[in-house]
């Protein structure tokens, strides 16, 4: 199982950014698809999944209205749009799923 998440970057508040995964090693259009995220000095936390086929979403409170999950079962890709960012979204974003992480990709939001 491998995940390689890109597209973070720096980003002023109020920005925005677009995530990706990509995933192999498993059957990718079977599974839930998760993305976490991890601020320094804090726990990780779950950011948003969903379902195998998309029809299922859930979000993180403090990011409802601002992010969207997405996914391609074709790519074997998962997305996070990221909009309205704010400086308490800096984090390092990880994908996962069957209990296995990708290396995350780092965003900070500063001015």
């Known amino acids: 199982v491998r995940f390689v998440e890109s597209g973070g970057g720096l980003v002023q508040p109020g920005g925005s950014l677009r995530l990706s995964c990509a995933a192999s090693g498993f059957s990718f259009s079977s599974y839930f698809m998760s993305w976490y995220r991890q601020a320094p000095g804090k726990e990780r936390e779950l950011v948003a999944t969903?379902?195998?086929?998309?029809?299922?979403?859930n979000y993180a409170d403090s990011v409802k209205g601002r992010f969207a999950i997405s996914r391609d079962n074709a790519k074997n890709t998962v997305y996070l749009q990221m909009n309205s960012l704010k400086p308490e979204d800096t984090a390092v974003y990880f994908c996962s799923a069957r209990g296995s992480w990708g290396q995350g990709t780092q965003v900070t939001v500063s001015s």
């Open positions: 969903i379902s195998p086929a998309g029809g299922s979403i």
